[in-house]
């Protein structure tokens, strides 16, 4: 068993299962908020795609890393693993806290049409966490 290569995929995977999570609950923010706008026959913002896809980007940041893992000659397989597990936890807990975090800009979007600014802001701040993991463990 090779446990730098599980380390890899563990960076990818969880990424992309945070970002699964994250585009799942942004989605079912935006479905919900675009029902309540056509039910008081105001216009469905296509605005809330954006916010949906927001977690997407984590999985970018997981294969990075996993890439950078990859390339690493002479590291133990026990901190590659570590480093990939631990990584793309982080990682992919940012991606599906920024999707709750979209839902609820979805749903406030849609209820005012104003603060778009404010709410990517928000959703930025959460997805920074992802860009640090991934940069401490990219440089240690």
């Avoid at 935006?30 to 809330?48: C, Q």
């Avoid at 590659?80 to 990682?91: D, E, K, Q, R, V």
């Amino acid at each position: 068993m090779d446990l730098g290569m599980i380390g890899q995929a563990a960076a990818l995977g969880l990424a992309a299962a945070g970002s699964a999570l994250g585009t799942g609950a942004a989605a079912q923010g935006a479905a919900g908020a675009w029902k309540k706008a056509l039910m008081n026959g105001k216009v469905a913002s296509m605005m809330l795609v954006a916010f949906v896809g927001f977690p997407l980007s984590q999985t970018i940041y997981g294969f990075l890393l996993m890439q950078n893992l990859a390339g690493r000659s002479g590291a133990s397989d026990m901190k590659i693993f570590g480093m990939g597990l631990l990584g793309g936890f982080a990682i992919g807990m940012s991606a599906w806290m920024q999707g709750k975090a979209a839902a609820g800009a979805c749903d406030a979007q849609s209820e005012t049409g104003k603060g778009t600014a404010n709410y990517i802001l928000a959703l930025g701040i959460v997805e920074s966490v992802a860009i640090l993991v991934l940069v401490f463990l990219m440089i240690s």
